[in-house]
């Protein structure tokens, strides 16, 4: 069946560092895929999508591409702020069901230091 | 910006009874998801509603869980006889029509079972 693999956490970095998260999938087809951030007692939140191979996603400067040889998504940002600390969520459109429900990965929790 | 809301969003229950959570999704949605994640694990698929009827549901949407769309805004899932293990928090999400295949999440409902 169709699965999300991310890296473990926590991820600790300082203010200006290089953030990468790493996610692959297992799918049948060509899901679309998503990163959700969950701040501290809020919700899930769209970071950002691709929904076709070779698409860049990008938000917040967050950027994700869609690598299908690689079947991979992994979540990149340059210069991260203490205010980045939270929760990410990697997750594939399961398209084979129908109902478009989601599969997500473990999360992953990145602290900033200041 | 329309989001999806959750009430409530604390509930302790004593094992055994009944519990209603309360969702009410974004307006022009229709289709409709509850998920579930036990604390430090992924978040996981429970069922999806659409044209008032369940279209998938996962093996965890056993006969103790319910849904319900009682009238045009809310979206509820129903526990009848809570488990120490259905302690979790509850999120419902909501998207579009055909291919839109991003989902918008509510904040959560977390329930403690005692």
């Known amino acids: 069946g169709n699965s999300v693999t991310q890296m473990e956490g926590p991820v600790t970095l300082s203010e200006e560092a290089f953030l990468t998260i790493n996610c692959t999938y297992t799918a049948t087809g060509y899901p679309s895929l998503f990163w959700y951030v969950q701040y501290p007692g809020e919700g899930l939140q769209l970071l950002l999508k691709?929904?076709?191979?070779?698409d860049k996603g990008s938000n917040k400067g967050f950027e994700a591409t869609y690598r299908k040889e690689t079947t991979s998504f992994h979540l990149e940002k340059g210069s991260v702020q203490v205010s980045d600390s939270a929760v990410y969520f990697c997750?594939?459109?399961?398209?084979?069901?129908?109902?478009?429900?989601?599969?997500f990965g473990t999360g992953t929790r990145l602290k900033v230091l200041a | 910006e329309p989001e999806v809301t959750q009430t409530p969003s604390h509930q302790v229950t004593q094992m055994g009874q009944e519990v209603i959570l309360r969702c009410v999704p974004i307006s022009n949605h229709l289709y409709f998801y509850w998920y579930r994640q036990i604390l430090g694990q992924k978040v996981e698929f429970l069922v999806s509603f659409y044209n008032n009827e369940i279209s998938e549901k996962s093996e965890i949407f056993d006969d103790q869980f319910s849904v319900e769309r009682p009238d045009g805004s809310n979206f509820t899932l129903k526990i009848r006889s809570t488990k120490l293990e259905d302690s979790a928090m509850y999120f419902c999400?909501?998207?579009?029509?055909?291919?839109?295949?991003?989902?918008?999440f509510g904040p959560g409902t977390r329930l403690l079972v005692l």
């Open positions: 691709a929904t076709k191979a070779d």
């Open positions: 997750a594939l459109s399961d398209r084979t069901s129908g109902t478009y429900k989601y599969i």
């Open positions: 999400a909501s998207r579009g029509t055909g291919r839109q295949e991003t989902q918008y």
